[in-house]
């Protein structure tokens, strides 16, 4: 088999995970060989750029690691990974920081200066940083720029279908690719693969991601004999559009939402979630709110085209 490359870090996937790892690597010996595969064009696909809301960070003075850990860990039903949910919390501070002052990314102010932070779901503190509802589309826009002002290759539309092992099968090689513009093979060899293609839940019928996340990445990782975790922990976004048929099926309704103070409604009109989490109601966490009005579902009472409704006609037009 012809080597078509040979890299010292091969980057399957450009999402935020992928090109942070890419530039992160690269800013620690910029003498590294880093060359990433993409099955989108650059920085236009992934579910990173999908991101409406924002992401949970703790800037405010009033707010605290601490809180963000247990509002983190109360969502998680405390069967979370403590260790990984406090470092998560506690880096995410410095990441966003990073994003702004070194990626350049424009995320919504006060009028006082200091960045926007918004309600969302399973919060005891507004902590959401956002840029309008196009976080996703902003962040991976100026990642995707310090990818290209550090000269890193990209290989676009470019599907990673195996991973190679050595002759003994127990270490990754690098990977073959398969060009999908021009229907030709690529084998990629690397003395390091990261595998970034995050997961796919399009095994449903209605589901936020594109078609693209179709879980094939963790698929080559189980045939590499990787060994992985909590794979049933798959998370639901408990409102989007249902629209039978169509390529907009499963189109996010952003958190923001129910931040704001959205109701939910069920097929009877009734808002139902006054009777699952009668403390928080739609502000609860988005594992609470899916089970809930799938239980309405099951009950029978969707509403007339499926699934139920979310109403924010009552914040007015602002």
């Known amino acids: 088999m012809n080597v078509d490359y040979k890299v010292d870090l091969l980057v399957l996937g450009m999402g935020a995970a992928a090109e942070l790892a890419a530039i992160y690597a690269h800013d620690a010996n910029p003498d590294l060989n880093i060359l990433i595969a993409t099955k989108a064009l650059k920085g236009k696909g992934g579910c990173s750029r999908m991101v409406q809301g924002g992401f949970n960070v703790v800037l405010d003075p009033g707010d605290s690691h601490e809180k963000h850990l247990m509002d983190t860990l109360k969502g998680g039903q405390y069967i979370n990974d403590q260790d990984l949910a406090l470092q998560l919390v506690e880096q995410a501070t410095p990441t966003v920081k990073e994003l702004e002052t070194i990626s350049g990314c424009f995320f919504d102010r006060r009028p006082d200066g200091h960045i926007h932070q918004k309600a ?63 229907g030709t093979f690529h084998v990629v060899e690397a003395a390091a693969t990261l595998v970034a293609t995050g997961g796919g839940p399009t095994q449903y019928r209605f589901h936020a991601p ?109």
């Open 120 to 182: 969302f779901a399973g919060q005891c503190f507004d902590r959401t940083v956002h840029k309008g509802d196009l976080t996703g589309i902003e962040i991976i826009s100026r990642t995707t720029e310090q990818v290209f002002k550090r000269r890193i290759p990209v290989l676009e539309e470019t599907r990673a279908v195996e991973l190679l092992l050595d002759a003994e099968g127990q270490t990754v090689t690098g990977a073959l690719l398969y060009n999908m513009r021009h």
């Open 210 to 318: 594109g078609p693209e996340k179709s879980a094939d990445g963790i698929a080559m990782l189980y045939r590499a004999g990787v060994r992985m975790r909590d794979m049933e922990m798959i998370q639901f976004h408990p409102t989007g559009l249902i629209v039978p048929g169509s390529v907009v099926a499963g189109s996010l309704l952003e958190e923001g939402l129910r931040g704001a103070g959205a109701h939910l409604y069920n097929g009877e009109g009734e808002r139902y979630m006054l009777k699952y989490a009668p403390d928080v109601a739609e502000r609860a966490t988005r594992d609470v709110v899916s089970r809930s009005a799938y239980l309405e579902m099951m009950a029978g009472r969707a509403c007339p085209e499926g699934g139920v409704r979310i109403d924010a006609a009552h914040l007015g037009a602002d």
